[in-house]
């Protein structure tokens, strides 16, 4: 077929280029074959060659048979192929526009023009297609292959990289749309089928998910500017729309490019109506249909979101129409609009000039935005906040909306979502460090300017009153006020003779009537009323023709005449309310006549604007106000959420204190404070966000010089050591540490401490003392800055002054101590641990102070004693005999003390007395020195022995020929003066060695099977043990003098009842029963009798924390005893609660106690009225959690115990607790089982109380449909009870959370298990009231037969507590049953459900299916029967 006599049509499929459409249709004729395709290609080149671009009519066949074939044919052909069609487009492009501007173009030469311009585009768009479909699948067969296979791939493919291919291809289609070819066509109307071609080709490049990657960006910006050219010049904006919205929905990556693309479209090709059309369609669809379509959503939520970052004032004018998808079910299209908004805020509505409309639309947005900050959904309410603190951080929020907007940031922080939680601390913390109000915002500071300003203001107003109430008076309410006085001056004067009484000469010659009028208006203003009537008489008579004097009714009295003329002149001729200041008046004025004159309208100026500026002034200093207290409130509730469990809400807390101290908020300082501790958290990020605020608020000082900033530096590390306990230090303490082996701290720092702690530099004794404190912490990091300097700190704090300065000795022995390592010695440290010697004069000053300051009633001796004896122990070489003497010497002290007391001649009957302090301080000094021999032996010498054991086996298997002299035991341990242990370690080695020979048949299977350092373990723990139990308290040691002193203080309170007295001498006896397990055993008795009988609440609770230490030094001796312990939860004393719950959380925690069904004490405390307390409570219940099944085990026992009529709680605190309970049951099967166990308990309750309490316990678990299922299997236990309204309640509440998620099969068990409820609850109270029409009083039966047992509960109660503190019996007496012994053995032991047993019964918590009651019939309470038989 000719060329010029065929059409070329562009198909839909490449198939029907093979069938015949239609008259003059072009038909591919030949689909040549593989083989045939190089010739071919090479003729159509050569035809090109000869005839240009029209080539292509005639060898259209050739390309479409490559493309038929591309899968199969060679890729060099391909490539070939496809820079040929790029060189035939480009030379078309070229020849184009020499074709259009013939105007002599003949209708052959317009159409083979026209087709061969098909025919290209078409070729070369199906190339480029195919080579984009074999690339996608080619890059997704390479995830599989290794990197090697890749490479191997990439090789293969000669350099070409299609990648880089696709951008020339795309300007070449642009450059060919940019030619006005519509006039190729008929009516120059250009088909849209073209247009589709050229363009569909961008959207199948756009569907790879690699077009979005930063190294295909040029090829992003040529399909933006080629789709751009069809949007501007060939009407292609209908179908971009539906294509785009098309491709949101099923192509997640194509958001921000397409984002991209329309934001360059509606600015730089001024198609800004193409956003409306795409806002528009996505605004049209439906709610619901999003809420089912989360990929789709998502893809509309991010293109508005980007899109309005980009253009806003472009999206503003469509945004209404977005607003139905704000009550729409998909949260992330509510996010994307109010992104919106606020994004229009920021970038269109912002500033100070804008216009009424524009203000009106900001304030409706901004509206919209704090609504959702109250949204159902956690992620909108988290968006809000975010943008907010955009708005805030950009400074585009009004200040009128500061309060709303920081109140709804404060009350998110008590939202639930964690994520809130973290936005609502951010923009808080935005607030703080954008606020338009002061850099220092401490309410206190703010409150008097305030009320300072503000009484000024209330002045100027008041003045301003009083001032406008002269000068707007009105003329009527004047003349009515001056009526009565002017009245009867007139009577008077017209009873006087008128001789002589007329208007001067000079007024009446010289003054116009106006003038006099005039003046006659002042006299009277100046209430000059006698004046004023003459000159009025004269005037009369003077100016008869003239107004007003002239219009006198004759028929009048003359009075009422005069009264009427005055009135006239005063208020004028007309309305008097109208005219308020009478021009010519004023105008009149004399100098001297000035009285109540209007002020000058400068002045009046100027007195407004002084008005302005103190309202301002004032309305400025309440908002900074009340944004101070705002952020104070915060404070409270944020601080309670630096211990939460997620990390990232602890930093941004940590990162708001930090902000909040900058800015001078009095209270920050104890959040910087309370965040101390977290330097001990296991987090890593929690630790370095402490060490990172610590070090931007205080290792950042400001200063001139590094001396100055080193000055700053310590004042303010010196304000947190103010009134710091003993853990803040602790924290403190550790942070320094890691300043220091960092080299954070400068030299200057350290040189400034050691001035002042020397005195060179000025300083009071705080500052010094805080100095020295500061040197002992850093001497943790770098113990040479401390040990380079140990003299001259000893002369310091340790010098022979009077008095001495007990506090700096302390701190003195504090920085000493931490030279040394305090940790037990490993056994991989080869070398010994630093110790002085005994001579050293740092012991022999300690000694001294210790020995002369006993003597003395100073209460600071005390701690200074307890740091003397822990550093004697920590570097002494012997420090027993260092103690030894220094306990001698106290002792002597004592002694002499006494003999002062009682001269040789009093009475020998009268008892010498000695003084209360000095017997305080002896055993306290003793106390000390037991505990602190203790940890030596247990430690260092344990310690020692381990490393030169390990030393001596290494030298043996380097030797390979072991000896005797070479045994793994260590001579050389200084035991020289020791306090009772020296000589029998010396006899242990003999009889070790002795041992050892005799032993040594087993030394070849002990070292086979690896067991040899383990019994040398046990043998140095024997030999440590045995010296703690035979010798430190035997009769002869130094120790062992003061235990019948501390015995006799301790058993007589009434004798010796001097409160601190008291509290040291229960404090040593713990200590000395931390010695010695036959020695305690013998005391805890008195320990557990002063635990609980004392009135004192810091022997109380000094006792609660020994008796902790010995559950753990002894457990099996305290366990029987475990009762009393948790007695002290309910302390009277709030310190000793506090206390308790803290030993007890330890002890529970570390499995040292059994947790047995007094842990319903523990949960009393959730509710306790400290909040510290409660606090510890939760956090004890918080760890438990993580245990197992231990809170599940337990909760059985707990509401059965704190529902019961005796000892349990009110209902509202069982309520909370058991709430907080309950919510650490998460597990279905936990659930299942407790709704089972709950369900029979109804069997065995006895009160209306318990029935209550049980059926809040069900209603609070998260029951499933296996759950519901449970409670309707076990209705019949409960069935009964449903008359009482709060249990129907109850179950009904478990009705409405089942139906929220239930499935539609579970709802049908759901109504079965409502209409037994309601059924039952009518038909008892139909029984109830037939109950009492037919029976009467007979309901009083019930409550008598329960008369008896609780009286035999009460008798039992007060029989035990005669003998509350009779030592529990040992364990090994129920040896006595063999029988029972086994029975028990063969079973767990389980809870038991009554909450009668006795708290001393041994159970373990773990419910057992067996426990569950079969019988309806209620549990008889037969244990006290079995206890009295």
Known sequence: MSPQLYEFHLPLSPEELLKSGGVNQYVVQEVLSIKHLPSHLKAFQAAFRAQGPLAMLEHFDTIYSILHHFRSIDPGL?????????????????????????????????????????????????????????????????????????????????????????????????????????????????????????????????????????????????????LGVALTRYNHMLSATVKIIQMLQHFEHLASVLVAAVSLWATDYGMKSIVGEIVREIGQKCPQELSRDPSGAKGFATFLTELAERVPAILMSSICILLDHLDGENYMMRNAVLAAMAEMVLQVLNGDQLEAAARDTRDQFLDTLQAHGHDVNS???????????????????????????????????????????????????????????????????????????????????????????????????????????????????????????????????????????????????????????????????????????????????????????????????????????????????????????????????????????????????????????????????????????????????????????????????????????????????????????????????????????????????????????????????????????????????????????????????????????????????????????????????????????????????????????????????????????????????????????????????????????????????????????MLQGCAKQALEKLEEKSPPQEAPKDTPMLPTFLLMNLLSLAGDVALQQLVHLEQAVSGELCRRRVLQEEQEHKAKDPKEKNLPFPRAIHVKGRIGWNQNCLRTRDSWLLSHQNASSEATMEEEMGLVGATADDTEAELIRGICELELLDGKQTLAAFVPLLLKVCNNPGLYSNPELCAAASLALGKFCMISATFCDSQLRLLFTMLEKSSLPTVRSNLMIATGDLAIRFPNLVDPWTPHLYARLRDPAQQVRKTAGLVMTHLILKDMVKVKGQVSEMAVLLIDPAPQIAALAKNFFNELSHKGNAIYNLLPDIISRLSAPEGGVEEEPFHTIMKQLLSYITKDKQTESLVEKLCQRFRTARTERQYRDLAYCVSQLPLTERGLRKMLDNFDCFGDKLSDESIFSAFLSVVGKLRRGAKPEGKAVIDEFEQKLRACHTRGLDAIEEFEMGQGGSQRAPSAKKLPAVSRHRHLASAASDNDFVTPEPRRTTRRHPNTQQQVSKKKLRIVFSSDESSEEELSAEMMEDETPKKTTPIRRASAHRQRS
């Open 379 to 885: 992620f909108v309410r988290s968006r809000v906040l975010q943008l907010f603190t955009r708005i805030v951080q950009q400074k585009a929020l009004p200040l009128t909306r500061f309060q709303a907007v920081v109140a709804l940031a404060v009350g998110r922080l008590a939202d639930k979502s964690v994520l809130v939680c973290k936005n609502a601390i951010q923009l808080l913390a935005s607030f703080l460090a954008n606020n338009p109000f002061s850099c220092k915002l401490s309410d206190t500071d703010l409150a008097g300017p305030l009320q300072k300003e503000t009484q000024k203001l209330q002045e100027m107003r008041v003045q301003r009153r009083a001032a406008a109430a002269s000068t707007v008076l009105d003329p009527e309410e004047e003349w009515g006020a001056m009526l009565p006085e002017l009245k009867a001056t007139l009577q008077q004067l017209l009873k006087l003779p008128q001789e002589g009484e007329g208007m001067p000469e000079e007024i009446a010659k010289t003054e116009t009537a106006k003038e006099v009028e005039s003046r006659i208006r002042r006299l009277l203003a100046k209430a000059s009323y006698r004046q004023a009537i003459i000159l009025a008489r004269g005037a009369i008579g003077h100016f008869q023709e003239s107004q007003p004097f002239c219009h006198m009714d004759p028929e009048d009295s003359e009075e009422t005449r005069f009264l009427t003329l005055l009135g006239t002149i005063f208020k004028g001729p007309e309305a008097p309310t109208q005219e308020k200041t009478p021009q010519g008046a004023v105008g009149n004025l004399g100098s001297g006549e000035t009285g109540c004159e209007d002020k000058s309208e400068p002045e009046k100026g100027r007195e407004n604007d002084e008005l302005v500026k103190q309202e301002m002034l004032v309305q400025y200093l309440q908002d900074a106000y009340s944004f101070s207290q705002k952020i104070t409130e915060a404070i409270g509730i944020i601080s309670k959420m630096m211990y939460e469990h997620t990390t990232t809400v602890v930093q941004e807390v940590i990162e708001f204190f930090v902000m909040v101290f900058q800015f001078g908020v009095p209270q920050a300082l104890f959040g910087v404070r309370r965040m101390l501790p977290l330097i001990w958290s296991k987090e890593p990020g929690v630790r370095e966000a402490v060490l990172n605020a610590y070090r931007q608020l205080y290792l950042k000082p400001k200063g001139d010089s590094a001396r100055a900033k080193a000055q700053t530096l310590i004042h303010n590390l010196s304000l947190l050591l103010v009134d710091a306990s003993v853990g803040t230090i602790q924290c403190l303490e550790e942070i320094i540490c890691e300043f220091v082996q960092k080299d954070e701290l400068k030299p200057a720092v350290t040189q400034v401490l050691w001035e002042r702690a020397t005195e060179k530099v000025p300083c009071s004794p705080l500052e010094r003392c805080s100095s020295v404190m500061l040197l002992g912490m850093m001497a943790r990091g770098k113990p040479e800055i401390v040990g380079s300097n140990l003299d001259t700190l000893v002369s310091i704090g340790l010098d022979e002054k009077f008095p001495p300065d007990y506090r700096l000795a302390q701190q003195v022995c504090h920085a000493i101590t931490n030279i040394s390592d305090r940790r037990k010695p490993s056994l991989g440290k080869r070398h010994p641990p630093f110790r002085l010697p005994q001579e050293h004069c740092l012991f022999e000053r300690l000694r001294e102070m210790v020995t002369k300051g006993i003597v003395h009633p100073d209460p600071l001796w005390i701690p200074f004693k307890e740091a003397a004896v822990t550093l004697i122990y920590q570097l002494a070489e012997g420090p027993e005999a260092i103690c030894a003497q």
């Open 78 to 226: 391909k490539e070939d192929t496809l820079e040929f069609l790029m060189k035939v487009v480009s030379r078309h492009s070229q020849e184009l526009p020499t074709v259009l501007d013939d105007a002599a173009l003949s209708v052959s030469n317009r159409s083979a023009h026209l087709n061969a311009l098909k025919m290209n585009c078409y070729a070369l768009i199906r190339l480029l297609e195919s080579f984009e479909t074999m690339t996608s699948q080619t890059s997704l067969m390479d995830l599989d292959l290794s990197g090697k296979g890749r490479k191997a791939r990439a090789k293969s493919a000669h350099g070409f990289d299609w990648e880089e291919e696709r951008q020339p291809i795309l300007q070449l289609l642009t450059q060919l749309l940019q030619l006005d070819i519509r006039h190729l066509w008929n009516h120059s109307i250009i088909e849209e089928e073209f247009i589709s071609l050229v363009t569909g080709c961008c959207y199948r490049l756009l569907e790879n998910p690699t077009i979005s990657h930063q190294k295909n960006r040029p090829t992003r910006e040529a399909i933006t500017r080629l």
